[in-house]
């Protein structure tokens, strides 16, 4: 979508002064760049040290190598999938073609591409998202455990058609600094994986291609940082890439300052982007994870350069292990809140491996768990890798061991109220799970990944969605869509006099942000979880709601209220694509099947409302599950419509059966 002039003055009233005049300094580089780039210095006598230990491959599990080589060997015939659109054209990809609308973006000067036009450019994430090169890294780890050289001369030929077709400053790949930032990263362990064959040097270091696209992108990274209201996951991606290579390709001499720069910014900002409770601080779990990998990542490059590191860049990367492992339901899933766009910090595994289990298995490794995380059953080779090269946590070391690091109160008892973000997790019996939203309305001036979702409920059983969280879907292209998976409609909330909760200025911007707080959150084994929280994005009115997860009964009852004068309302509730619903009248029968076991609930729903059901409907949009970033799938939404009078509440009761 291309942006108007109004959307660029509602942008802009969201900087502050030191922003503006950062942006205005990077204008003036860019356009000075145009006439005059930079030139890469001379480089001689380059050497790569930061290799796996001894032993570090022996120790991958024999099922994850498995999953890994069975996922190069599909990407050796060409195949792989991205955001939903299955490609055979990876064996000679065309870096600039989008496969989903088949236009190529157009090729010039970077900063004058139009990246947010679709018409111009096609589906920039399509195009963006290979040249991450993370399949390079899964084609190198799969080298690394066979010894098979086909996998390292495709990774060799990809990279020498790349550097080829995307000189620096030319084109879509040279716009975006989390892009730069996270191929940098991906670079760096292409290089380690690729360590044994015999022509890795010729590839890298003893490479004038190479050294030429490796300086640039750290010139790059540096020279434009993301700024201000933009400082989210995208300004941690930039600094742990430009760290990471710093730290492994440090031949140039710029490097010791790019290295130090990075580092104070990387601990500056993984601060800045993480609740003290340790969550992330976009309230958008796809990117906690994100963040998290990044983080795990920079840390290794680090003490495989002997990099001394702040103590709280492994502290928050702890509280954020922790938080992780606090919220995550018993299949080891994790609340679907905000963006997702199926971003990874580093891709070492196939198909079928756990994202979260893996983060939680390399947790364990560095930090050690704690006796109430949930268990982790599965196997990845990342984890094994990352665990090899960062040194465990020192969990007893004091002030003044020379460590940099000290000694910190980890929870005793698994979390449940995270009262900085604003999340509450009840649990019940029959691995009931629900997850209750009283937080911020995302993260900085513009909340760029939030979605208008206060006061929502996300409810599973078994790792079964349902009532759930419809997800994302799209970001730059399909505006309908986009707006509708991020209103106040596509979440299990109250929508009053039909609008949304917050207001939004762009696909990546609010300009108005609804206030939540939070006035009851007893999640103690007394037999009767309760929560309750309110916020004012209808100003004058209030919306409060209360929630009760009763272990006894397996019953959630939700009330909500609407306290400032007679309102127009839509109760919304959607079900998991799992869920089949019968409605009749105010009562919804749910039923489902879970690893070959019928199971059922029954909705009550307030019968003050008028209640409809809805499926795949597109004009407008209503009834969508995305399970994953640009996939979308029809699912049950349930509307219930009328007013609201302040003088009772609406009243949902959720019992689950069996």
């Known amino acids: 979508m291309t942006m108007g002039a109004g959307w660029y003055l509602r942008r802009l009233s969201r900087m502050g002064p030191q922003e503006v005049g950062g942006r205005v300094g990077d204008a003036v580089r860019r356009r000075r760049w145009r006439s005059a780039p930079p030139d890469c210095p001379p480089v001689t006598g380059a050497r790569f040290t930061a290799v796996l230990p001894a032993g570090a491959l022996a120790a991958v599990p024999p099922d994850a190598a498995k999953r890994l080589v069975a996922e190069a060997d599909r990407l050796m015939d060409g195949h792989a999938e991205y955001f939903g659109e299955v490609r055979d054209d990876m064996a000679a990809p065309d870096w600039w073609r989008d496969p989903r609308t088949g236009r190529r973006a157009p090729s010039g000067y970077a900063f004058d591409v139009p990246y947010r036009s679709e018409d111009a450019v096609g589906d920039i994430k399509q195009i963006w998202e290979p040249s991450r090169h993370q399949y390079l890294t899964v084609l190198a780890a799969a080298y690394a455990v066979t010894g098979n050289e086909r996998y390292a001369e495709r990774v060799a030929d990809h990279l020498r058609s790349w550097w080829a077709a995307n000189p620096p400053l030319r084109g879509v790949h040279w716009i975006s600094g989390i892009e730069l930032g996270i191929r940098l990263l991906s670079w760096v362990w292409v290089r380690r994986l690729l360590d044994g064959w015999p022509g890795a040097a010729g590839l890298f270091e003893d490479n004038p291609v190479a050294l030429h696209q490796i300086w640039h992108h750290q010139r790059w990274l540096a020279a434009f940082p993301s700024r201000g209201s933009s400082a989210n996951n995208h300004v941690v991606a930039e600094t742990a890439g430009q760290f990471a290579a710093a730290c492994a390709f440090g031949w140039f001499p710029s490097s010791t300052r790019w290295r130090s720069a990075a580092l104070r910014s990387l601990e500056r900002h993984l601060r800045a982007n993480t609740f003290p409770s340790g969550l ?85 490794a560095v930090f050690g768990r704690l006796a109430w995380w949930p268990a982790v059953t599965g196997t990845d080779v990342r984890s094994t890798l990352l665990a090899a090269l960062v040194r465990p946590y020192a969990r007893n070391a004091g002030a003044g061991t020379g460590t940099g690091e000290c000694s910190v109160a980890r929870p005793a008892d698994r979390p449940a109220h995270f009262a900085d973000a604003g999340m509450t997790v009840l649990r019940g019996p029959g691995e009931i799970w629900c997850r209750c939203d009283g937080g911020p309305h995302g993260f900085l001036s513009i909340a760029a990944h939030a979605h208008a979702d206060a006061l929502s409920v996300e409810v599973r059983q078994d790792g079964v969605d349902v009532l759930a ?62 929560w309750s929280a309110e916020h004012d994005g209808y100003r004058p009115v209030v919306h409060r709601r209360r929630v009760e997860l009763t272990a006894a009964t397996r019953q959630l009852r939700i009330v909500d209220e609407v306290r400032g004068g007679r309102r127009a309302v839509r109760l919304v509730f959607h079900l998991g694509p799992a869920i089949t619903a019968d409605l009749t009248g105010h009562r919804a029968v749910l039923t489902w099947t879970r690893d070959g076991e019928d199971r059922s609930a029954v909705l009550d729903l307030p019968g003050e409302l008028s209640w409809s059901a809805h499926r795949g409907e597109t004009d407008p949009p209503l009834g969508w599950y995305s399970a994953g970033f640009g996939r979308k799938e029809p699912a049950t939404t349930l509307v219930g419509s009328g007013f609201a009078d302040g003088t009772r509440g609406f009243t949902t009761v959720l019992g689950f059966r069996g």
């Open 280 to 364: 992330n601080r976009e309230l958008a779990t796809e990117y906690h994870g994100l963040v998290l990998e990044l983080g795990l990542a920079a840390v290794a490059e680090a003490d495989a350069a002997a990099v001394p590191v702040p103590a709280s860049v492994r502290l928050v990367l702890l509280r954020m292990t922790d938080a992780l492992a606090a919220v995550v339901d018993n299949r080891l899933r994790p609340p679907r809140q905000g963006d997702a766009d199926d971003g990874h910090g580093l891709v070492l595994d196939g198909a079928g491996t756990d994202r979260w289990g893996s983060l939680l298995a390399t947790g364990d």
């Open 469 to 530: 969280d419809p997800g994302t879907f799209c970001y730059h292209g399909q505006p309908e869509w986009r707006r509708y998976f991020r209103s106040t409609l596509g979440h299990n909330t109250l929508q009053v006099d039909g609008g949304d909760q917050s207001v939004s200025g762009g696909p990546f911007l609010w300009t108005r942000h609804a206030r939540s707080r939070v006035l009851v959150a007893d999640t103690s084994d007394g037999g009767v979880a309760r």
